[in-house]
């Protein structure tokens, strides 16, 4: 897949979604053209990249062609925190009181991100990224880094940009986990619409994630004694993600328990709804462990980096992520 042209929306590969309001008739330039060069290059691209990912929605609004509209499972009212509009690409948009984040508003020439503006460090958080755009191209991502973490670094290349260093741990769409330029699998896709949950358990130092509220595993290990910040980044055109639930909570006896319960019950049953508890103990806990509490059918739960390793008795063996970065519209290299 030509490079130049890889987060291009592109007419022939239109999201049917009725809220993605694209301009697929943009080229990098942001003018409309007469399509004649990008014919040759339509017979080049990859199919996969261009197309948006369906069927993971956490509601069925896409069905009904209620994209735009969805507000579902955006039920809180009360933010801990905000994406920083001092920490963000240069082509990153926020709105919604911060919460949201468009990126590449004409058009795309490389990859976006940007950085919750609070740091974790010693407790337990939780919070929930909604993909509000049709999801595709190279990478669009959702993780943790440090304030080393180089926003700017790939703004004129295509890449997996949360993961890519030391300093990041990320969760890609196409269900790849993310880290020190190397790649591992994890989950299945997740597309428009999917809720996509974090877990940073910072007493254990490990990071979780969930995907329309069904947990998938332990992703990493190791965290202990970092200051991290949520990060979410894309190199799609007009992409957007949404921060819908944040919490955060010491690490207690109380959380340790309802982990605990959460495992000896059913993962079918309801926590909240098996064991009697005062009234006042339930309300707190369905308003701040519901995701932890709640029926969770497993879809995949996905050992660690170093479980998968550990189990084989071998040394790790990742893929490397430089295959997934491309170099912006100077360069000619192609992706696979």
């Known amino acids: 897949m030509d490079a130049e042209t890889d987060e291009y929306n592109v007419a022939d590969e239109r999201p049917s979604s009725s809220s993605a309001e694209l301009d697929y008739e943009s080229d990098e330039s942001g003018e409309t053209g007469d399509g004649s060069d990008r014919d040759e ?133 196409t269900g790849m986990l993310h880290n020190k330029g190397q790649k591992l699998p994890y989950a299945s896709k997740f597309g428009q619409g999917t809720i996509i949950g974090v877990h940073l358990d910072m007493w254990h130092g490990t990071l979780s994630f969930y995907k329309n509220r069904k947990p998938l595993g332990i992703a990493y290990r190791g965290l202990q004694g970092k200051k991290l910040y949520p990060v979410v980044s894309s190199t799609a055109a007009r992409s957007g993600m949404k921060v819908i639930k944040c919490r955060s909570f010491k690490t207690s006896l109380q959380f340790m328990c309802c982990q605990v319960l959460r495992t000896v019950i059913p993962r079918h049953l309801d926590v909240l709804q098996v064991i009697a508890m005062p009234p006042g103990l339930r309300e707190f806990l369905e308003n701040n462990i519901s995701w932890l509490l709640q029926p969770n059918p497993v879809e995949r739960l996905a050992p660690s980096y170093s479980d998968v390793f550990r189990s084989r008795g071998t040394k790790r063996k990742y893929s490397s992520s430089e295959e997934d970065c491309d170099d912006g519209p100077s360069s000619s290299k192609s992706s696979r």
């Open 41 to 173: 290059v339509l017979s080049q691209l990859s199919v996969s990249s261009v197309k948006p990912v369906k069927g993971e929605s956490f509601c069925d609004c896409y069905k009904t062609g209620r994209e735009k509209e969805c507000v579902c499972g955006e039920d809180d009212s009360y933010f801990e925190w905000t994406w920083d509009s001092m920490s963000k690409s240069a082509a990153s948009f926020l709105k919604h009181d911060q919460r949201e984040v468009v990126f590449h508003v004409d058009y795309s020439c490389g990859t976006a991100a940007v950085r919750g503006n609070q740091p974790m460090v010693d407790d337990q958080y939780y919070w929930e990224v909604k993909m509000t755009t049709p999801v595709y191209g190279t990478d669009m991502m959702v993780g943790v880094g440090t304030v080393d973490l180089d926003l700017n670094k790939y703004r004129h290349k295509f890449c997996s940009l949360v993961g890519r260093d030391g300093d990041s741990w990320g969760l890609s769409y």
